[in-house]
């Protein structure tokens, strides 16, 4: 029964609602051509782009937001190629997957500020709220060449709403059976010379138990989100933005009894996390002419973090700048970026001894040119270099690195229906302590990075796109993408909780390639069905035996069937398949379906929404028991599939 699931689903050869490129989009063709891109540097359209990238538009933003207001996680999960990874069973901390590799090496932005890696890595895509959103735009394969270290599986930049001169207000209400509600605020305006943005949202959650067996799936949370943004509108044309982005929470996982306040010599088992963080950003713009610009951009941030775990304690403070300046040039035919940026990133533990202070410095200065050049109608390109200078170290070592990064996209435009992008290039990812395998164990008996240099990779994609009207009703598209990476100087875990655990470099690569198929077919913009399919083999020669790297699932689909009347109703019916895993012990876990439904209805300037995820229940606890050991010691599981089971949840939503 599988397989004939499988060689159907790859058949239909698609993808779901989210981020596709110019042939997988949610909007007619005459909509796609005036999406302009952020993340290419180059304010190109998406049509005229040569680089791939995927988007994700503001109307998929608002429905994904009826699922999971509290963050973008949801978002992200249903799109082909990437993974939403759970690393804590009792706090349900998440990293991002592209493409089978590690979340360490996706680099995610907002509104193009690198501020979520290392230290935040596990909790970034928990703490990015979707309500200020408009559009989300993906990278995958290398992209250190436009932004540095990081950028080997891909870039994710999440890019927010900017005033109108009509006011702009959405009040969102929400309320799951999980115990979770949300209250949420983003407000806007401008007039000739100064407009503002302001979100504001408040998560609360209560600790969940759908298993019984006294630990949570769900820990008990609050999270508070305020981020207000300032519009100048500058003579001459140039823009002046300034920002503040502020989110404290507090997580509380474990023992259901201990949580509750009842806590006993048994019911001692608990996991905290309280986390800090405030992203302090100013942006700068201004023509000298019709075809030149310089743009300056500059970010401060703090990210304050404490997990607690029964007897053990770990504190750090990971302190952020980040600049770039650049001049860009537009002459027929095409443009040319030239830049600069330097970047810091201090991880000071706050409280281990010498032997474990996992305290880590990294500074880096680079600079860059992109030149992009519409040969014809048919080719274009898109190609670019960066050198980046690194030093980083801590007290049992420095090292000091040197990178030169090319990147080369180009863009086919073989007929009115039929295209293709092909791009390639390298990538590097500095040193960290924080990998989704130390987060699992919180970082205990973790012993400092000493001689470890930086990852290095090779990579790239291809695509082809298919384009047609059916009739006078049916728009059909369809788009099939082959990707390869090849990471060399891996960092691996080793060593034990008893001797310590240690990151080290291997001399043995890691091989991920793999191909998407996407497709939609929508009829009179009323009915619309995507499906997608994601074939991923990933490998590692460090690993013994059949080399295959833990939870990454070799088949993936997608599918999507949706039904909308505009200002009247919408509604949805998903089902993902996720195929065999094989965890880090060996053991290979059950494939599974996940199915959802959704169901919005508007009233003027109100609406109702209602949705049910995973209404077949799947959860690991079904197959094998989360939780292992002494009840006030627990062991748990790696994380495979859901762990809260069937949800429910509904809200109202106002918009003037």
């Known amino acids: 029964m599988r397989k004939l699931l499988l060689a159907a689903a ?14 997988v989009q949610h909007e007619r063709e005459d909509e796609i051509e005036e999406i302009i891109l952020r993340s290419t540097r180059s304010s190109r359209t998406i049509a005229n782009t040569p680089t791939r990238v995927e988007t994700i538009n503001l109307e998929e ?9 509290s963050n973008v996680a949801m978002i992200l999960h249903e799109s082909t190629g990437i993974a939403v990874q759970q690393t804590s069973a009792t706090s349900a901390n998440a990293s991002i997957r592209i493409q089978g590799l590690d979340g360490r090496y996706t680099q995610i932005l907002k509104d193009g500020f690198p501020s979520f890696g290392n230290f935040a890595n596990g909790l970034s895509v928990l703490e990015i709220p979707p309500l200020d959103l408009k559009q989300v735009e993906i990278i995958k394969g290398p992209s250190s060449t436009l932004y540095g270290a990081g950028a080997i599986a891909g870039v994710i930049n999440f890019v927010s709403r900017t005033p109108k001169e009509e006011q702009d207000l959405n009040i969102l209400l929400n309320a799951a059976n999980t115990g979770l509600y ?37 820990p008990n949370s609050k999270e508070l989100t305020i981020h207000p943004k300032v519009f100048f509108y500058l003579p001459g044309e140039a823009n002046l933005i300034v920002g503040n982005a502020f989110t404290t929470g507090n997580r509380l996982g474990g023992d259901m009894e201990f949580i509750k306040g009842n806590r006993s010599a048994e019911h001692s088992y608990f996991e905290r996390n309280k986390t800090f963080r405030n992203t302090a950003t100013l942006e700068f713009s201004k023509p000298f002419s019709e075809t030149s610009r310089i743009e300056f951009k500059s970010a401060y941030s703090l990210f304050n973090r404490t997990i607690e775990v029964s007897d053990y304690a770990f504190k750090g403070l990971n302190q952020n700048y980040y600049s770039d300046l650049s001049w860009s040039k537009t002459l027929p035919n095409q443009t040319i970026i030239l830049g600069g940026n330097y970047v810091t990133d201090h991880f000071k533990d706050r409280l281990n001894s010498t032997e474990t202070d996992l305290s880590f410095s990294v500074n880096t200065g680079g600079a860059y040119i992109q030149h992009t050049w519409d040969v014809s109608d048919v080719v274009k390109f898109e190609n670019g270099v960066r050198a980046d200078l690194v030093k980083y170290g801590n007290d049992l070592y420095t090292e000091s690195e040197s990178f030169l990064l090319p990147r080369i996209s180009m863009l086919l435009r073989l007929s009115p229906k039929w295209s293709s992008r092909i791009g390639g290039g390298l990538g590097y990812k500095t040193p960290t302590a924080f990998t989704e395998q130390t987060e699992g164990f919180q970082y205990q008996n973790l012993k400092p990075l000493a001689g470890v240099t930086s990852e290095k990779s090779i990579g790239g994609t291809a695509d082809i796109n298919f384009k047609t009207m059916i009739g006078d009703d049916l728009d059909f598209s369809i788009n099939h993408m082959f990707f390869y990476t090849k990471l060399n100087n891996s960092i691996v875990l080793g060593g034990s909780d008893i001797a310590g655990y240690t990151l080290a470099n291997t ?6 390639s793999g191909f998407e198929t996407n497709a939609k077919l929508i009829y009179k913009d009323f009915l619309k069905f995507f499906a997608g399919y994601t074939y991923t083999d990933t490998k590692a020669d460090y690993i013994p035996g059949d080399r295959i790297v833990p939870l990454v699932p ?15 109703y919408k509604t949805g019916l998903e089902a993902y398949y996720t195929d065999i895993q094989r965890l880090t012990n060996g053991s290979s876990t059950k494939p599974y379906w996940d199915l959802g439904f959704m169901f919005e209805k508007y009233f003027g300037r109100f609406s109702v929404f209602v949705n049910v995820e995973n209404f077949l229940d799947t959860r690991q606890s079904r197959y094998k028991g989360v939780v292992n050991g002494a009840h006030n010691a627990p062991s748990f599981d790696e994380i495979w599939t859901h762990t809260e089971g069937r949800t429910f949840n509904g809200g109202i939503k106002f918009k003037l």
Do not use: C, W
């Open 10 to 23: 790859m058949m239909l050869l698609g993808n779901h609602v989210s981020a596709q490129q110019d042939t």
């Open 182 to 218: 949300n209250l949420g605020v983003f407000s806007s305006q401008r007039d000739k010379r100064v407009g503002y943005t302001f979100l504001a949202l408040y998560n609360s959650q209560k600790e969940y138990d759908i298993d019984k067996d006294d630990f949570t799936e769900l």
């Open 554 to 568: 070799v088949h993936r689909v997608n599918l999507i069937f949706m039904a909308e009347k505009h200002d009247n």
């Open 61 to 69: 933003i608002d429905e994904k937001s009826n699922m999971r207001p």
């Open 507 to 512: 001399d043995k690569p890691l091989y991920s």
